[in-house]
T-cell receptor, first 114, second 113 residues
Framework: DADVTQTPRNRITKTGKRIMLECSQT?????MYWYRQDPGLGLRLIYY???????NKGEISDGYSVSRQAQAKFSLSLESAIPNQTALYFC?????????????FGPGTRLLVL | LAKTTQPISMDSYEGQEVNITCSHN???????ITWYQQFPSQGPRFIIQ???TKVTNEVASLFIPADRKSSTLSLPRVSLSDTAVYYC??????????????FGQGTTLQVKP
C-alpha cells in the first residue's frame, strides 16, 4: 500500500551495529505497528503504538526499541543487531473508525545481519 | 485472541472457484473475522472482513455460519495472480481492541495454468 512507506527496503549490517528502520504513513491513522516475518512463518508483533504518546510491547520486543516521532512516523531500532534478527520487517497502520480494525501494511524491509 | 486453523496449502487451476476454510472454535462474541492476502516479499493486504452470514466485495466472498466457529473465503474464477498466502485472523474491534493480530502460517494457494 503506497500510503505506508518503509525505508530502507533492504539492509545488510553486521553483528553489534545499531540500525533504524523507518515507517511513514499518509493515511492519517493513529495506530501503527511493527512486525517481523521469518521464512515460512506468519507475522509476529514487535511493538505497537495507538498514538504519539503511546508505546506498547508486542510478543517479541526484546532486542528492539521504537520511537513514535509524530502521528505519521514510527521507527524501529535494533540497538545491537544479532544474526537471528535477520528477517523481513513490516510496518502497519490501522484505524477503528468503523468499529473494527483493519490493518494496512507497508512493503517491508528485508534485513540481513551478518 | 481466538486461535485459527486453516490448511497449510491448496492447489487450484485458473478459472476455478477456490474455497479456503478457517476454523475458530473459540471465537468471542465481539470478534470479527478478517482475511489477508500476502504475495512474496510484500506486506499482507486486506481482502475481506465479516461478523456473520455472508459478505461480498469485488475481490471475494466470506461465508460465516450461524455458530461462527468457522468461515470460508471464496475466490471466484482464480487466476495465476491469485497465487499467494491467505491468512485468516479473528479479533475484536472498537475501543477494546489491543491491535494485536495473530498471524498463523496461513494457506499457500498455488494456482496452476
Amino acid at each position: 500500500d503506497a500510503d505506508v512507506t518503509q525505508t530502507p527496503r533492504n539492509r545488510i549490517t553486521k553483528t553489534g551495529k545499531r540500525i533504524m528502520l523507518e515507517c511513514s504513513q499518509t493515511k492519517g491513522h493513529d495506530r501503527m505497528y511493527w512486525y517481523r516475518q521469518d521464512p515460512g512463518l506468519g507475522l509476529r508483533l514487535i511493538y505497537y503504538s495507538f498514538d504519539v504518546k503511546d508505546i506498547n510491547k508486542g510478543e517479541i520486543s526484546d532486542g528492539y526499541s521504537v520511537s513514535r516521532q509524530a502521528q505519521a512516523k514510527f521507527s524501529l531500532s535494533l540497538e545491537s543487531a544479532i544474526p537471528n534478527q535477520t528477517a523481513l520487517y513490516f510496518c502497519a497502520t490501522s484505524d477503528t473508525d468503523r468499529g473494527h480494525e483493519t490493518q494496512y501494511f507497508g512493503p517491508g524491509t528485508r534485513l540481513l545481519v551478518l | 485472541l481466538a486461535k485459527t486453523t486453516q490448511p497449510i496449502s491448496m492447489d487450484s487451476y485458473e478459472g476455478q472457484e477456490v474455497n479456503i476454510t478457517c476454523s475458530h472454535n473459540n471465537i468471542a462474541t465481539n470478534d470479527y473475522i478478517t482475511w489477508y492476502q500476502q504475495f512474496p516479499s510484500q506486506g499482507p493486504r486486506f481482502i475481506i472482513q465479516g461478523y456473520k452470514t455472508k459478505v461480498t466485495n469485488e475481490v471475494a466472498s466470506l461465508f460465516i455460519p450461524a455458530d461462527r466457529k468457522s468461515s470460508t473465503l471464496s475466490l471466484p474464477r482464480v487466476s495465476l495472480s491469485d497465487t499467494a498466502v491467505y491468512y485468516c485472523l479473528v479479533g475484536d474491534g472498537g475501543s477494546s481492541n489491543t491491535g494485536k493480530l495473530i498471524f498463523g502460517q496461513g494457506t499457500t494457494l498455488q494456482v496452476k495454468p
